[in-house]
């Protein structure tokens, strides 16, 4: 189940308020002002605009977006209750067979594995499941990886169509020397627009690019047990080997809580 990951919008938050701390604190609202300039921002935007579609083709670019949004998006699964999963299954197919599963496993949300375990209840070979899923693994990851190279490519063009903003203003600067009045607006096109492309990498493209390449690794190593898993629950494990497989993949501080709730379980029922 998805939910929402509050650090990507309290990062960003961070980084416009301390920004804007730093300017009123030194210039005041007056000096927020300045740091408005349309003509900066519309040849970063739109340099930034052109190089993408320059790229990516139009199908890619739409789904910016949508590749964005995922960044403000957690999984909030445990490694420990998809573990817990497994063991159930695996228990219940050695008492009632695999065919058992079928109504359980049209209730799980996980749709990667709904699909492993629909394939080992049919009865596929143990490497197809494997080869099928580890192919899907591979499939998800290339689309991922796509979707990241949007944001690279922006985080790349941001900076360099600030400092080519930067440029034009020092030639329109440089060629109106002789009148004081168009220094300032000049000057200011061409710092604010290479302030603008810092901004918009370092804040938004680039970090949003590095926090999609570590939910792909997550998702990644969640599938990647889940195939261990179903491999697991089809060949008939018994259930406690198949939890110390799977158990594997835990940190040592998972293993360590988890270890600590068995021996408390153990404690109630000698209690009881």
């Known amino acids: 189940m998805k939910k929402l990951d509050v650090l990507t919008p309290i990062g960003l938050t961070i980084g416009v308020i301390m920004l804007l701390f730093g300017i009123v604190y030194n210039g005041g609202m007056s000096g927020l002002l300045s740091f408005v300039d349309p003509a900066s921002l519309l040849i970063v935007i739109g340099g930034l605009l052109s190089g993408l579609l320059v790229s990516f083709s139009l199908k890619d670019i739409k789904q910016m977006i949508k590749v964005m949004r995922q960044s403000f998006s957690s999984d909030e699964r445990k490694l420990q209750d998809l573990i817990d999963t497994f063991v159930h299954l695996s228990g219940k197919a050695r008492r009632e067979g695999l065919l058992s599963l079928e109504m359980e496993i049209d209730q799980v949300e996980d749709r990667f594995l709904r699909k492993g375990m629909l394939l080992a209840i049919d ?52 060629k109106n020397l002789n009148d004081p009045s168009t220094l300032g607006p000049n000057m200011a096109i061409a710092l604010l627009t290479t302030l603008y492309g810092s901004l918009l990498a370092n804040l938004v493209f680039i970090p949003i690019a590095a926090k999609l390449e570590l939910k792909t690794e997550q998702e990644a190593f969640l599938k990647q047990i889940i195939v261990e898993g179903v491999i697991g629950v089809q060949s008939g494990q018994n259930p406690n080997l198949l939890q110390e497989k799977l158990s594997a993949f835990l940190s040592q501080e998972e293993r360590e809580a988890k270890e600590k709730e068995l021996n408390r379980e153990d404690l109630d029922d000698e209690i009881y």
């Open 123 to 174: 009865g596929t070979d143990p490497d197809v499941i494997q080869d099928i899923l580890l192919a899907e693994i591979a499939a998800m990851e290339e689309r991922h990886r796509k979707g990241r190279a949007i944001l690279e490519k922006a985080g790349d063009y941001a900076p360099a169509w600030g400092m080519i903003g930067t440029l034009i203003g020092l030639v329109l600067m440089l």
